[in-house]
C-alpha cells in the first residue's frame, strides 16, 4: 500500500484547482494562453530571455517566439541584447500598460492573497519539494529508458 501518496494527490489537486482559477479568469479576457503568460511574466519587470520562460512556464519555444515576434510588431515587447546569445524579454511603456489593463485586478488579488496565505515556509517547502520531484522523477525516467 502506497499510503503516503494520498498527500501528493490532494497537493496536485488543490494545485490543479488554483490552476483552474488562473486559466478561467484568462479565458475572461479572452487572450491567448500564451500572451496571458507572456504579459504576467513579464509584469513584475525582472528580465528573462524566452528559453527561460519556456523552461519555468511548460510553452513551446515555437509558441512563445510567436507570441513575442507579434507583441515586438505590437509595440508592447522589446528583445534586449544581455551579452550571449540570448535575449531578454522586456515590456515597452505600452507594453506595460497593456499589461496593466489586462492583468491589474488578478496582481492585484494575488497581492492580498498572498498577503494572507503564502508565507516564506510555505515557499520554501514547495521549492523543496519541485527539487525533490525533479530528481527522483527525472532519474526514475532515465531508468527505465
Given at each position: 500500500?502506497?499510503?503516503?501518496?494520498?498527500?501528493?494527490?490532494?497537493?496536485?489537486?488543490?494545485?490543479?484547482?488554483?490552476?483552474?482559477?488562473y486559466d478561467r479568469f484568462r479565458r475572461t479576457l479572452?487572450?491567448?494562453?500564451?500572451?496571458?503568460?507572456?504579459l504576467y511574466v513579464c509584469a513584475d519587470g525582472v528580465?528573462?530571455?524566452?528559453?527561460?520562460?519556456?523552461?519555468?512556464?511548460?510553452?513551446?519555444?515555437?509558441?512563445?517566439?510567436?507570441?513575442?515576434?507579434?507583441?515586438?510588431?505590437?509595440?508592447?515587447?522589446?528583445?534586449?541584447?544581455?551579452?550571449?546569445?540570448?535575449?531578454?524579454?522586456?515590456?515597452?511603456?505600452?507594453?506595460?500598460?497593456?499589461?496593466?489593463?489586462?492583468?491589474?485586478?488578478?496582481?492585484?488579488?494575488?497581492?492580498?492573497?498572498?498577503?494572507?496565505?503564502?508565507?516564506?515556509?510555505?515557499?520554501?517547502?514547495?521549492?523543496?519539494?519541485?527539487?525533490?520531484?525533479?530528481?527522483?522523477?527525472?532519474?526514475?525516467?532515465?531508468k527505465k529508458a
Amino acid at each position: 500500500m502506497r499510503g503516503n501518496r494520498e498527500k501528493l494527490i490532494r497537493l496536485m489537486r488543490t494545485l490543479n484547482r488554483i490552476n483552474g482559477q488562473y486559466d478561467r479568469f484568462r479565458r475572461t479576457l479572452e487572450v491567448k494562453e500564451s500572451l496571458f503568460v507572456l504579459l504576467y511574466v513579464c509584469a513584475d519587470g525582472v528580465p528573462r530571455s524566452q528559453k527561460e520562460i519556456c523552461d519555468e512556464w511548460h510553452i513551446p519555444r515555437s509558441t512563445l517566439n510567436t507570441t513575442v515576434m507579434q507583441q515586438v510588431d505590437a509595440g508592447n515587447v522589446m528583445l534586449v541584447p544581455r551579452g550571449d546569445k540570448q535575449k531578454d524579454v522586456c515590456l515597452t511603456e505600452q507594453g506595460e500598460e497593456l499589461a496593466e489593463l489586462t492583468l491589474g485586478t488578478l496582481l492585484d488579488t494575488e497581492d492580498q492573497i498572498a498577503l494572507r496565505c503564502v508565507g516564506d515556509d510555505l515557499v520554501a517547502g514547495l521549492e523543496a519539494l519541485a527539487d525533490e520531484m525533479e530528481g527522483a522523477i527525472g532519474g526514475a525516467r532515465r531508468k527505465k529508458a
